[in-house]
């Protein structure tokens, strides 16, 4: 009984291993991109791309467990629910009202500690954000903020 029961979860992983998500990944700079129409100080693109952009952008730098499942799917609904949310890659395509909100989301998102996710960091250490790394952002978030009309 036990060894039949671990036979079926056996064949069942080999089975949805043929079932992968899309990847997140284009090569082509979007239009639309945040750095494509402001200036996006080097500093912030780079704390950006270190610990946004895996999911909140149109190119996710993927681990090599990726290619496992179960952890591609939940993997790429984090990408697809943080992109909903806000895409720098598609950023410039949000009207002026929702450019600030997300802005004000940014920093709070951050002052709050909420971003990037634990379940993120805990395997991604390199995406931890220092304190002076947040101190960064969230004032480049608001000051961005108050600039965009
Ligand atoms: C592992 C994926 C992941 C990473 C990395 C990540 N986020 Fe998110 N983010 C999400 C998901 C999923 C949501 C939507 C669900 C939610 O609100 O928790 C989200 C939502 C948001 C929102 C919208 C929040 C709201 O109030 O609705 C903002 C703003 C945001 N993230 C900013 C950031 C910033 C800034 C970083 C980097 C410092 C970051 N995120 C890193 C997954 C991620």
């Known amino acids: 009984m036990f060894r039949k029961t671990l ?15 899309e990847k997140n990944i284009s ?11 402001y200036t996006v ?12 952009y895996d999911c909140h952008s149109n190119n996710t730098v993927y681990p090599w467990y990726s ?21 720098f890659d598609e950023f410039n395509s949000y009207d002026v ?22 379940s993120y960091t805990l395997i991604h250490r390199t995406a931890i954000l220092s304190a002076q790394d947040k101190d960064t952002l969230i004032t480049w978030a608001k000051e961005f903020q108050k600039a965009i009309n």
């Open 7 to 21: 036979l079926t979860i056996g064949l069942l992983m080999v089975a949805i291993q043929f079932f992968r998500p």
């Open 27 to 37: 090569t082509i700079p979007g239009p639309d991109a945040i750095d494509a129409h």
């Open 41 to 52: 100080p080097k500093e912030i693109g780079l704390l950006l791309r270190k610990s946004c």
């Open 67 to 87: 290619n496992i499942q179960p952890f591609s799917w939940w993997q790429q609904s984090h990408v697809n629910d943080g992109k909903e949310e806000l895409n």
């Open 97 to 118: 009202k929702k450019k600030k909100k997300k802005l004000n989301e940014v920093a709070e998102m951050i002052e709050k500690d909420k971003t990037p996710l634990n």
